[in-house]
């Protein structure tokens, strides 16, 4: 039988730890609006016609509503892509509230990339083009083409454009892989103080991406994300005081900061906070509680937490 603190092979560009640290490749219910509807009910007519007689344009979808009103749609959507990401919400999760978002209000994905098509004139619009093309949502996956548009809403200043150019060349996304430029873009977004960015940060100096290994550095970074609520960087934390990574070991206070983000749901703090409890470390030994926090992790898809929720039961 294999100890509950063995390391585990973290995804994609983690290293080794006993515990669970994590990166990113960062819903609420949003209430229906007129505009929305008045939206919908245009690009559906505008559909119906024969592309051939009109082809849409921003100054045609203006005579019907508003282009502020209209950048609120956008920006709604951009906004619930940045909140689940501070939320600590997976991939997966973030993709399909935006899906639910367009679907709740009486649209779909189809009408939504056409009017982005034709309103190319925020930086939030930019963005969230390069969003559905790279996850294909009312159009087929392109890659390349999300990356073009990720790096021109960078040039813009905006925040998850920027977050997402990094990534597209930390992992190689429609470009070929380029960690030193990976590394100044998340400079360049954490510089703005976004949370997600400053953790991003972190990330690489804790893995040594585009920049020299700094675990204190590390460590600072998501101090500061986690003063700012970002709940990876309060999972983070709780594993550079676990580890002793950038700062002395402090069982106590990972335990506390694992506790923290578990409770607000996010999956990789509940295994490691399943695993203090399991074996005793920063706080009393509690194996109901290690069963409650890897079966609370496990529901979430985490498949390690299952492993280790099955092994228990069977020492039961």
């Given at each position: ?278 074996d005793g470390k920063g706080v009393e030994k509690n194996v109901d509680s290690a069963i409650y926090w890897f079966k609370k992790s496990a529901e979430q898809g985490d498949k390690d937490a299952l492993n280790k929720l099955n092994k228990l039961l069977k020492e039961l």
């Amino acid at each position: 039988m294999k100890d509950l603190n063995e390391y585990y092979q973290e995804d994609n560009d983690f290293s080794q730890l006993s515990n669970k640290k994590q990166m990113i490749l960062n819903s609420n219910n949003v209430e229906k609006s007129n505009i929305i509807h008045e939206f919908s009910q245009f690009v559906k007519y505008f559909y119906k016609m024969d592309i051939k007689e009109i082809e849409p344009t921003t100054q045609n979808i203006n005579e019907i509503i508003f282009e502020e009103d209209l950048c609120i749609i956008i920006d709604e959507l951009v906004n619930l892509i940045l909140t689940n990401l501070n939320r600590g919400k997976e991939e997966k999760v973030r993709k399909q509230h935006v899906l639910d978002f367009i679907s709740n209000n009486e649209s779909n994905s189809q009408e939504i990339y056409g009017w982005l098509l034709n309103n190319q004139t925020s930086s939030n619009s930019i963005y969230l083009l390069g969003y559905f093309n790279y996850y294909g949502i009312g159009t087929e996956i392109n890659k390349r083409k999300s990356f073009e548009l990720y790096q021109k809403a960078a040039n813009l200043k905006n925040a998850l454009g920027m977050y997402s150019l990094g990534k597209c060349y930390e992992v190689g996304i429609g470009v070929d892989i380029n960690k030193e430029k990976a590394f100044k873009v998340y400079h360049e977004v954490a510089d703005l103080g976004n949370p997600h960015g400053i953790y991003c940060l972190g990330c690489c100096y804790d893995d040594g991406i585009g920049i020299e290994v700094d675990k204190e550095k590390a460590f600072e970074l998501y101090q500061k994300a986690a003063d700012l609520g970002h709940i990876f960087g309060i999972n983070n934390l709780g594993c550079c005081y676990d580890n002793g990574h950038g700062t002395e070991v402090n069982k106590k206070k990972a335990f506390e900061l694992f506790q923290k983000a578990a409770i607000l749901g996010n999956d990789y703090a509940q295994y490691n906070l399943a695993l203090m409890y399991a074996d005793g470390k920063g706080v009393e030994k509690n194996v109901d509680s290690a069963i409650y926090w890897f079966k609370k992790s496990a529901e979430q898809g985490d498949k390690d937490a299952l492993n280790k929720l099955n092994k228990l039961l069977k020492e039961l």
